[in-house]
């Protein structure tokens, strides 16, 4: 998360002492609500399912050695799903590959491009009924990985499974997310 956090505090004039509110915003005494900083160019995903940022972020290749600024809120309020992970990633665009593996991951997100500080576009992921030379087979014997193709198809989508085409394994959506199982 990109809060601004600073022991400071300012002094007032009794000699008490108020926090710094500057990366806040302060709604009243029992009601604060962190802000996060808005990015300039690059990527929003919301709506991830609560506790998945981290894995999504794997699945992506986004490490710690991304040059970008990376934002995450685990577990927050959601109206409508209870609670909600969100990704914030500045300075970066996701392929269509990219997208589908974060999809077997968070198949109801949304995506946000952000360009000049504003939404220029917004969609939610799916997953396709077939998934086509996205991730490995995790069978080392599979034949798709000596052929460098694959194809998964989805068995249940609730929660998420699919199975090779040619091995016939079935798989959850999570194990085939990993970047082990990286296509390519």
Same mark, same amino acid.
């Given at each position: 998360?990109?809060?601004?956090?600073?022991?400071?505090?300012?002094?007032?004039?009794?000699?008490?002492?108020?926090?710094?509110?500057?990366?806040?915003? #302060?709604?009243?005494?029992?009601?604060?609500?962190?802000?996060?900083?808005?990015?300039?160019?690059?990527?929003?995903?919301?709506?991830?399912?609560?506790?998945?940022?981290?894995?999504?972020?794997?699945?992506?290749?986004?490490?710690?050695?991304?040059?970008?600024?990376?934002?995450?809120?685990?577990?927050?309020?959601?109206?409508?799903?209870?609670?909600?992970?969100?990704?914030?990633?500045?300075?970066?665009?996701?392929?269509?590959?990219?997208?589908?593996?974060?999809?077997?991951?968070?198949?109801?997100?949304?995506?946000?491009?952000? /360009?000049?500080? /504003?939404?220029?576009?917004? $969609?939610? #992921?799916?997953?396709?009924?077939?998934?086509?030379?996205?991730?490995?087979?995790?069978?080392?014997?599979?034949?798709?990985?000596?052929?460098?193709?694959?194809?998964?198809?989805?068995?249940?989508?609730?929660?998420?499974?699919?199975?090779?085409? $040619?091995?016939?394994?079935? $798989?959850?959506?999570?194990?085939?997310?990993?970047?082990?199982?990286?296509?390519?």
């Amino acid at each position: 998360m990109t809060e601004k956090h600073d022991d400071k505090h300012q002094p007032q004039a009794e000699g008490k002492t108020k926090p710094q509110t500057e990366g806040k915003a #302060v709604h009243g005494a029992d009601d604060e609500q962190l802000r996060v900083n808005k990015i300039e160019n690059g990527i929003v995903l919301d709506h991830l399912p609560p506790g998945s940022a981290l894995k999504v972020l794997d699945a992506l290749g986004v490490t710690a050695e991304f040059p970008g600024t990376v934002s995450i809120l685990m577990k927050s309020p959601s109206s409508r799903h209870g609670l909600k992970d969100l990704v914030k990633i500045e300075g970066k665009a996701l392929g269509k590959t990219e997208l589908d593996r974060a999809a077997l991951l968070a198949p109801h997100s949304t995506v946000n491009v952000i /360009k000049g500080f /504003k939404v220029v576009e917004k $969609y939610r #992921v799916s997953v396709a009924d077939e998934v086509k030379d996205v991730v490995r087979c995790p069978n080392n014997k599979c034949v798709t990985n000596a052929e460098g193709k694959s194809i998964f198809r989805v068995e249940e989508r609730n929660p998420l499974k699919l199975r090779c085409a $040619y091995c016939e394994r079935l $798989y959850h959506a999570a194990e085939l997310a990993s970047p082990a199982h990286a296509q390519g």
